[in-house]
């Protein structure tokens, strides 16, 4: 509970944006994920490095946990607030800084979103890559180490961010990296802190990389007869080298569940969404080269798509699938989980884990970046029934394990959270969660900053 007095005190920062309201409360105590509602103490509403930096030294005064909050999109309980505190919600930090066109890069404040950034870009020729599905803030795509359906081509976050500004658990603003393409000067701090949830300090700028549009990009749709088929398919689009933007696996269920919530009519078998991007020259060798791959591994009904607007159709489709799962089971929400290996793996590793759906009494489609290894499993339950949840969690607990055994991570984008905390050590071991440790109380000592994430209670 924040008293009184460390209330007066945040007051005197932000005055009226800071919230003791239970409807502002209630929102930023819920995420996209299945854990319990957690609602903080209070929530603040900074515009600046200078009032985040304030806030946080009040807190760091106080023992106040403090809980950073993006668009509350996590689907591993990242931004809840366990412990209760303070939430800084960083939606109102939402300037787009400078575009450097002739760089490539731009600097954004944590709160814009990757659809804003885009639609400033878009007259510029240029884009962002990162593209995770949901309309998620730059900041909580740092903060959570986020990817999306470009990075067989563009990479994640951790590709796309030159620099950060950050404010620490005691109020100190540090700036990592520059807006130089490479550095060998001192530890990579920057890398450090994207994918930390929040645990190390508050992500107030993010220096991204941009791309300029490409002069052509074509989309395509295919069935297969199995998932399979499918995967070893996109498997060898990657070791052919061939530069495909985009390659996304839906199951016969994910397919199932989209065209109900769309209307739309896709045949219901596994399907891969793919796109090209390059000079029509190059896309038109790529589409060349991919259609033969995809005959050889028994694909069918392979359609082009070129305009706009058919593309947008398209993967609107593919960006909806989360709430297209969820909605074919009414009252359910999704223990979303993910899992990343190496592509050599990933048709062993995804037919594994079909076959041990079959324990399960709940439907669980799946989805996946399958050119960089990774695909994702929606465990549709019933958040009142516990023996689906339990059900649903040693599922994931078996496909955490799986990816580890066969050389991969337990979670390819969605992050640790609360959800994969017991995996990180089968991952990189004891002395590599020591260490991480060590990490955490240097840079907050007092263990104000999202406790309860990443890492297991000691």
Request: hydrophobic residues 45%; contains cysteine.
């Amino acid at each position: 509970m924040i008293s009184e007095g460390a209330l007066a005190e945040l007051a005197t920062v932000l005055g009226d944006r800071v919230s003791t309201a239970d409807s502002i409360r209630n929102l930023h105590g819920r995420d996209e994920s299945s854990w319990p509602a957690a609602p903080p103490d209070a929530v603040a509403f900074p515009t600046s490095a200078v009032e985040v930096s304030a806030l946080l030294r009040i807190c760091s005064a106080h023992a106040i946990p403090v809980v950073p909050w993006g668009i509350g999109s996590s689907l591993e309980g990242q931004a809840l607030p366990i412990n209760g505190g303070l939430v800084v919600d960083t939606a109102r930090m939402n300037r787009v800084i400078e575009v450097n066109d002739a760089d490539l890069d731009a600097r954004v404040q944590p709160g814009v979103t990757k659809n804003q950034l885009n639609a400033l870009l878009a007259d510029r020729g240029l884009f962002f890559a990162v593209d995770p599905g949901a309309d998620a803030t730059i900041g909580g795509m740092a903060a959570s180490g986020a990817s999306g359906t470009m990075t067989v081509r563009y990479g994640t976050i951790r590709e796309n961010v030159l620099a950060l500004e950050v404010v620490l658990a005691d109020g100190q603003i540090v700036r990592t990296g520059s807006r130089a393409r490479k550095s060998a000067a001192g530890y990579d701090l920057t890398h450090l802190l994207l994918g930390s949830e929040g645990t190390l300090g508050v992500i107030t700028e993010i220096v991204v990389r941009l791309h300029g549009i490409p002069e052509e990009t074509a989309a395509a749709v295919v069935c297969f007869p199995s998932v399979r088929a499918a995967v070893d398919a996109a498997i060898t689009v990657v070791q052919s080298g061939i530069g495909v933007a985009r390659c996304e696996l839906l199951d016969a269920n994910t397919v199932r569940c989209v065209n109900a919530f769309q209307g739309r009519s896709f045949k219901e078998v596994p399907t891969l969404f793919l796109e090209f991007h390059g000079s029509p020259a190059a896309v038109a060798d790529q589409i060349e080269a991919v259609t033969a791959i995809v005959t050889d591994h028994d694909g069918s009904d392979l359609r082009f798509a070129t305009r706009a607007e058919e593309r947008g159709a398209l993967w609107k489709a593919r960006h909806d699938v989360y709430f297209a799962q969820v909605g074919s089971r009414p009252g359910s929400r999704s223990v979303t989980t993910d899992a990343c290996v190496p592509v050599s793996r990933l048709a062993d590793c995804i037919e594994q884990t079909v076959a041990d759906m079959g324990d399960l009494a709940v439907p669980a489609p799946i989805v996946g970046h399958v050119a960089d290894g990774n695909f994702h499993c929606a465990v549709l339950v019933l958040p009142d029934d516990e023996a689906e949840l339990a059900a649903a969690k040693a599922f994931s607990a078996r496909l955490a394990h799986r990816a580890i055994e066969m050389g991969g991570t337990c979670t390819g984008e969605h992050g640790v959270g609360l959800g994969k905390r017991a995996f990180l050590e089968p991952q990189f071991g004891a002395s590599g969660v020591a260490l991480m440790r060590t990490i955490k109380g240097a840079l907050d000592p007092a263990g104000i900053m999202n406790p309860g994430k990443i890492l297991l209670p000691n």
